[in-house]
């Protein structure tokens, strides 16, 4: 069997921790003796043991650690963080040979894991499936890469191009699948985002009560903090920043962060994200918001649902400008999703 085969099981693996390793990579790992799977682990947790630690655990027979070959998503950590050094792991067990899919972008690894190994003898193999661990943990990468966080987009429009009524009225414009998938969504991503108008009108949780996940972290931008405090956005019942102009205070659940007026506010609310280790952000509105992001190019990918029969006729207009490509189309019952990046 290749070390394709074995890698794309490694990143299934990985897959699993979906929304539960941020800041985290994904991470999985295989390992192979004499043609045999003996152990299999990832990444389950932030904080918790890493891919590695938990494969080796799974290999019963531990003396055949030397004699097998290492599968791994993403090169082995070599620093004490939340958990002791994984290459240090491997090592101690006398591995001498290692197949990693993509090399770790973060300064305190970046290549350091892969001369461990080599210094102790391994033979390291690096590269195999690196398109699809790229895609696994595009955020992870680009959080490093960009000092920021990964941006999502999402917005649903009527046929005829709007995100809302006649002054900022809700109107249900997706189906109940889309309203299901965007649940599913929240509970992959860090954290999510809104404008004041949208948390106005819509009053909007932020929350994945109709999908089993963790809440997200709720961001907020009202700068003259001038929204009423009954909104549920204000309950303190998940975490939430709101950026603003006017004070900084911490609640319980609540954080209230002062921000520069004579500065640009976007790069502040980037910068100050990537200092909280935010991996990803979903942005969920409003227009005035998502089209500031996609003016500034500080956005990676954009879902938008295109209802197929929903007419409003006048309204609030959705965004009209994406410069990126149209990676895909799917149908959700009575709505496309268009799956855009930059």
């Known amino acids: 069997m290749s070390d394709e085969l074995y890698m794309q099981r490694a990143l299934e693996l990985a897959r699993l921790g979906s929304g539960y390793t941020s800041p985290n990579p994904m991470v999985g ?3 192979v003796h004499d043609g045999q799977i003996i152990g299999e682990g990832w990444h ?3 904080g918790g043991p890493h891919a590695e630690v938990n494969a080796v655990a799974a290999v019963k027979d531990k003396s055949h650690l030397p004699l097998s070959k290492v599968y791994v998503t993403l090169e082995p950590c070599s620093h004490f963080g939340k958990t002791p050094p994984c290459a240090d792991l491997l090592i101690s067990h006398g591995v001498k040979d290692v197949v990693i899919c993509n090399t770790d972008s973060n300064p305190l690894v970046a290549g350091r894991g892969i001369k461990k190994l080599f210094d102790a003898g391994a033979q390291v193999k690096v590269g195999v499936l690196e398109k699809q661990g ?3 943990n595009k955020r992870f990468f680009t959080f490093h890469s960009k000092k920021r966080p990964f941006i999502l987009l999402k917005w649903a429009e009527s046929v005829d191009g709007f995100i809302a009524g006649v002054d900022y009225k809700q109107e249900q414009i ?3 699948l889309a309203q299901r998938l965007v ?11 809104v404008g004041s108008r949208t948390a106005l009108y819509d009053n909007p949780r932020l929350n994945t009560r109709m999908w089993s996940g963790q809440n997200p972290l709720r961001i907020l931008i009202d700068k003259k903090l001038q929204l009423p405090k009954h909104l549920h956005l ?6 939430t920043v709101v950026y603003n102009f006017v004070r900084q205070e911490e609640q319980e659940n609540l954080y209230f962060v002062q921000l520069h007026e004579q500065e640009p506010l ?7 994200l990537h200092r909280r280790n935010i991996l990803s952000v979903m942005v969920e509105g409003g227009t005035f918001l998502l089209e500031s992001l996609l003016q500034a190019n500080l956005w990676d990918e954009a ?3 295109k209802s197929k029969y929903k007419n409003l006729g006048e309204g609030i207009k959705a965004p009209s400008m994406i410069y990126g490509q149209l990676h895909d189309i799917q149908t959700l019952g009575p709505d496309h999703l268009l799956h855009y990046r930059n």
């Open 134 to 136: 790229l895609e696994l």
């Open 183 to 193: 649940h599913k969504w929240r509970s992959e991503e860090q954290a999510i985002m």
């Open 303 to 305: 879902m938008v649902f």
């Open 174 to 176: 997706s189906g109940k």
């Open 234 to 239: 204000f309950d303190k019942s998940q975490p």
């Open 29 to 31: 790992c295989v390992i």
């Open 44 to 46: 389950q947790q932030y």
């Open 266 to 272: 976007l790069p502040q609310i980037m910068q100050d």
